[in-house]
């Protein structure tokens, strides 16, 4: 699972690595982004890749917790990740399978393993797969979650659903039965899990000195 992740790459940046890794023309971010942040929680904002042709896309702000079409507000349990396995068949992701596929930037997730959390990253922007509802212009997005691979399988048995750059607009612009053919563990070349503080289980806790272990500050 992704129950916690980072983004600290400027607007302006992200903006690039939609053009140069995912291959779009154009990119906006028409309202902005939220903040840098280092302990991004469920229901909080996040920033979402919504393709509208395979030249043009913008980066926007959605509640992190999708909240499915028949909802009318956002009480419950945040459906921050979905997996990939059922994803096709739950109500609740159903219809954003079919027509709100995006893709989600981050600069790394924390995850536990015997309660010490890690910091798992690239050095660079990944793009996870996921799905984003809009309910009367209000957006909410979740993680597509599959089973984990080497080198991260002993962190923990779930991870997202990282694409490869080819994969971005597979997953955002395909058909039904093209996207299907990502909903398998994802490439983890190039991923390295290091420890971090404890202090990230925290959520009022958000700094960038949670990317290392304690007392090294």
Partial sequence: MCGRFVLFTTEDA??????DTAGYEQ???PQ??????????????????RAHN?????LEPARWGLIPHWKRDDSGPPLFNARAETVREKPSFRSAFQHGRCAIPMDGYYEWHNKQP???????????AGLVQDNDGQLSAT??????EAPLEWIHHRM???LAP??????????????AELLVPGPTEGFEAKAADPAVGNVRNDYPELLQPAGLF
Avoid: C
């Fill in 32 to 49: 902005g982004l939220p903040r840098a942040r280092y302990n991004i929680a469920p229901t909080t904002p996040i920033a979402i890749l």
């Fill in 143 to 148: 993680m597509i979650t599959t089973d984990s």
């Fill in 118 to 128: 890690y910091w798992i990253s690239t050095g660079h922007v990944i793009w996870v």
């Fill in 166 to 179: 080819g994969q971005i607009k597979q997953w955002m612009l395909g058909s039904d039965e093209e996207a």
């Fill in 27 to 29: 990119v906006t971010a």
């Fill in 14 to 19: 992200l903006i690039e690595a939609a053009r």
């Fill in 54 to 58: 395979a030249q043009e896309a913008s």
């Fill in 160 to 162: 997202p659903r990282f």
